[in-house]
């Protein structure tokens, strides 16, 4: 699920799609293969270069666990949910293809981390896959059941990614319907995340975003709030998590 936009693309992987003949091992091809060794690779010190990313993305994962009060809410939360995170089980920094930045492999439960990619996005890559990993575990997630999928893409995108602030910024919001330009955002990043992993229709993918929208895009456990960009909004996030029963 996901997006092929410049600014997140994250994916999730579908559990097992039955009406996709597309091969998504494509996206992530460190997941269910072992990696080609070639004799180039070795000659140009490809192999290390790609350790040298994963410590980098690593380091970079354990930065955000330790001080983003967004990704330490989204522990606290799964935790509270009884699904606990275990870095070295549950989070993989590995080389992807280049149009994502992330993925949620709901076999594994396991988020992926594009170390290729992510670099400066590893904290709204960790936050979006672990709301899907948050509703898989807590709202039996089925990525077979486009509802589903719309739905999880849509509370991601709405928590996460657009911003109030950002579509000021870019001129595109008045005050007066800055409101529906948040929704509008939501919406197409949630469709374009869907298409980027089901094998369906533009107007099916828009069919079941609107089906679901109003119910999902006003759900926002467990983070709570809309988080603007250059705010305390994750902060407050974090600080009000106890009341809700989310304690790290
Ligand atoms: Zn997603």
Known sequence: MTVHSEENNEQS?????DNTDTDYSDLYPGRRQAPVRNWFDKIFFMEKYDEIQRTKCEFNVYN????????????????SSGCEIDLSRHISCEVCDKSVTGGYDPQLNQIIIC?????????????????HMFDYCRNHLDLTNLDHLACTEIRAANMCHCSFLGACSQGIASPIHIKEVHKECVANKAIKSILAVQNVSEEEAKESVSRVFNRCYNDLEPIGRRIRRNSEDMKKAYLEAPLYGYID
């Open 13 to 17: 992987i579908p559990k097992k799609c």
């Open 64 to 79: 955000c666990i330790q001080n983003s009060p967004l990704v330490k809410l989204m522990m606290a939360a799964l935790k």
């Open 115 to 131: 170390q290729n990619a992510a670099q400066s996005r590893v904290q709204s890559s960790l936050v979006h896959e672990m709301v």
